[in-house]
């Protein structure tokens, strides 16, 4: 009796909520009907297929191709319903080759034994790994370490701290959201640590396990001098399209003569928790020595003794604005130095930077600028010092937190001005992000109203078409307008 037979479409349907503890695991993913909400390999007993059908799957495969000479494996991704029906949601062979497309087929068709999960049948999605080896095709379950799916759980719900509030998120249906894992990506780690887009569209993104470069939407490793699992916090381009980055405490470029390291001897400092770059040239290293500037090989270290008005050496942030404003943010407080050489300390109250530190700035096309603000003496807890400070073209300062506005919560990690749209997006902690209208729209998308990976947001950028890119702590984002 034959126990498979291939069914072209799914014959059940599938729906997944934003809340779903679900997603597709490899690169290539199926385009079905419809989908129920399920588990990752979960129950007791497991979603399993009999080995009987899986050898007659191979059977069928070993008579209608010619595996001699041939090696290798692709495994799928197969979603059994708490019936029994089965579909295959992703896998892994970017070739798409006939054989795929048949393995689908005849996986479509099986005959399944659902999960059971509380003494109830559930519906879970299984991997299934077909190998070639010995000039025959075989194929066995394959399952999921305790790990794998310990990283895939939900990040958990994000933190509001604006009550006041509504997020009607008109906006949000503009939008085509599409999440980027380690496990239906070649991205190399779920935590995203820096991101930026070069002069010709390429992406290079950093993760807890390596950094990577992002091209016609595939992820594509990188040789570089340091270990590929090193995490890489910063990363930066210049107006030279060289690529500059911090790794294990050393800074390094690359451009088209290749990598170089700085020795940290010379260097003046050891790594940097920022790199910031100028249309001018210049490179800015932040660091808990001072300011270091970078400019045609010539080196200048910022610091308390060259500048008296420093508050610290602990310098977080620094941005040179079109009005040729150095703006630095210390551990101790923020200081402006205006184009004179004159310095103006943020040390007494009249604007939202007294007694805060600048920790990132952005510029739109009027000369406004936007600082995402650190309290520098916040131990735990939501800061109503730290939120978003505007300071328009005139010199006059608005501050935004979650008690006057719907920023959702006040620590900020990135900011980055949208010129396409005329918005401001802002990456936070613990909410997600928020896309600010400049006016008085405010807007939230975090994992539990759009497919966003997660709400703790390192950083955002954007290339030359308009595609935004967004380095979360679950996972790469990227957002394209429809």
């Excluded at 390596?210 to 107006?239: C, H, M, Q, W, Y």
């Excluded at 249309?279 to 300011?291: A, H, Q």
């Excluded at 600048?358 to 995402?372: A, M, P, R, T």
Aim: with cysteine.
């Amino acid at each position: 009796m034959k126990v498979c037979k291939p069914l072209l479409i799914c014959l059940f349907s599938l729906f997944l909520s934003a809340g779903a503890f679900a997603q597709t695991l490899f690169p290539e993913k199926v385009n079905v009907r419809n989908t129920i909400n399920f588990c990752m390999d979960c129950g007791s007993p497991k979603a399993t297929c009999g080995s009987y059908a899986l050898d007659y799957v191979s059977d069928v495969m070993n008579r209608k191709y010619n595996f001699k000479g041939g090696a290798g494996s692709i495994s799928f991704q197969v979603l059994v319903d708490s019936v029994g029906f089965s579909c295959v949601l992703s896998h892994t062979d970017i070739t798409k080759s006939q054989l795929s497309w048949d393995l689908i087929r005849y996986l479509n068709g099986c005959l399944w034994k659902p999960a059971i999960q509380g003494g109830k049948r559930v519906s879970s999605s299984v991997n299934v790994v077909f190998t070639v080896a010995n000039s025959r095709i075989s194929g066995k379950m394959s399952r999921m370490s305790q790990e794998e799916l310990d990283e895939l759980k939900p990040p958990g719900n994000p933190v509001i701290y604006n009550k006041q509030y509504t997020y009607a998120n008109p906006s949000l249906n503009k939008y085509e959201l599409t999440a980027f894992t380690k496990f239906n990506s070649l991205l190399p780690g779920n935590v995203g640590l820096a991101c930026v887009v070069d002069k010709t569209d390429v992406l290079w993104y950093a993760t807890n396990n390596g950094l990577t470069r992002f091209e016609d939407d595939v992820f594509n490793p990188i040789n570089s001098p340091f270990p590929p699992t090193t995490a890489v916090n910063t990363i930066a381009t210049d107006k030279n399209n060289t690529k500059w980055m911090c790794a294990n405490k050393a800074v390094y470029t690359f451009d088209h003569d290749g990598w170089k390291l700085f020795d940290s001897t010379n260097f003046k400092i050891s790594g940097a928790y920022h790199i910031i770059t100028n249309p001018s040239g210049e490179v800015f290293f932040t660091s808990n020595k001072g300011l270091l500037i970078v400019r045609n090989d010539k080196l200048v270290l910022m610091d308390q003794k060259l500048i008296g008005q420093m508050p610290s050496n602990d310098v977080y942030y620094a941005y040179y604005d079109t009005h040729e404003r150095l703006w630095i943010g210390t551990s101790k407080g923020s200081i402006m130095i205006d184009k004179k050489q004159k310095v103006t300390s943020f040390n007494t109250p009249g604007t939202p930077l007294y007694n805060v530190s600048i920790s990132n700035v952005v510029e739109d096309e009027k000369g406004n600028l936007y600082f995402s603000l650190l309290d520098t003496k916040k131990t735990t807890g939501n800061s109503d010092d730290e939120g978003i400070a505007v300071m328009n073209a005139d010199g006059i300062w608005v501050h935004y937190n979650d008690k006057n506005s719907g920023m959702p919560s006040n620590h900020v990690n990135s900011l980055w001005y949208d010129k396409f749209e005329h918005v401001l997006w802002i990456g936070t902690h613990q909410s997600g992000l928020v896309r600010f209208d400049l006016k008085n729209g405010w807007e939230n998308y975090n994992n539990d109203n759009s497919a966003i990976p997660g709400f703790d947001i390192a950083q955002i950028t954007q290339d030359s078409k308009g595609v935004i890119y967004v380095a979360t702590a679950n996972g790469m984002l990227m957002v394209r307008r429809k």
